[in-house]
């Protein structure tokens, strides 16, 4: 027994030399790799980045597998940077840092050869910085499913974004958009993290640059309000009357919504008088619903 075991012992040794000798002999075989490195942008002096600066580069590296293995895990010291007081700007304020300039800016400890970089071409635009605040607006089509309906506009987790960017290009700006989004067959409350617009990603910078956005969707129902008040709406001789003086009111909205609506909540009023007397009446009711129709259609002023 004593000598099976030293046999077993033999072969376990064997086997884990041969293993460590082959991770190292692969380790120390040459491969290409594809690695996110940061992109650092140093602007000229006294001027401020006006573009989106995209946060990283992949650049295609050679080296060995243990400095791969390196890069990618423990130094984390491979970085590009461009200063772009060293560039010579294609228009005022404008630089375009083609891959020539991306290469040349990989910097790193690790003895590795970086052999391309994406993306190939950046432009990065400086200038006299504004910042300004203005409304955000969703840009969405949205189709219901049959017997379900959006009871209200979608609400985001922001009103307004901030924009920065050159000042004759900042304070044209009256709203901001996002990205435009499809929905098709909704048929309940969605919720959708969207990217805002970046159509002028080269000249300004938008905070945040996602949003959440809420589309409430409930199922589509009517209902009939009772007992509205009917009053006048503009100054009139204090002797008219009205009859009746009180209609019902049939509105349009989601099941959760028309659920809490009482009369209270709607206004019946008169804004105009016609001379036969005979006038439709106003209603005036919460966004959330529609009004359809009352009952009855006219009142008479007398």
Known sequence: MAQRRFSISTLLIAI?????????VSLTRTYEDDLDVPLV?????????????PSTVRIRIRATGLQILNALYFTKSVACTLDLASMQSDQPSTYIAEISDLLSGV?????????????????????????KRVPLRVTYSLACRPGFMLTAEPRTDVIN????GSRNVVE???HWSTEPIFLDDVHETRVVDIPVS??????????????????SVQQAADRTIADVPVGFG???????????????VVIRGGVEDIASITARDLRAEISELSPSGIVRPRVIAPPSVTVISTSPAFVRVR
Do not use: C, H, K
Not at 16 to 24: E, H, K
Not at 123 to 129: A, E, M, N, P, Q
Not at 236 to 248: A, E, G, N, Q, Y
């Open 16 to 24: 884990f030399g041969a293993v460590a000798l082959w991770t190292y």
């Open 41 to 53: 942008v140093i602007s000229p002096p006294n001027q401020a980045m006006l573009s989106t600066v």
């Open 107 to 131: 910097t790193t400890t690790i003895p590795m050869r970086t052999l391309s970089v994406q993306p190939e071409r950046i432009t990065l635009t400086t200038g006299d910085l504004a910042v």
């Open 161 to 164: 974004v901030e924009v920065r």
């Open 172 to 174: 044209g700006l009256t």
């Open 198 to 215: 970046d159509s002028l990603q080269s000249l300004i910078n938008i905070q945040p640059s996602r949003v959440r956005v809420t589309f």
């Open 234 to 248: 503009v100054a009139v001789d204090s002797l008219l009357t009205l009859s009746p003086r009180r209609i019902s």
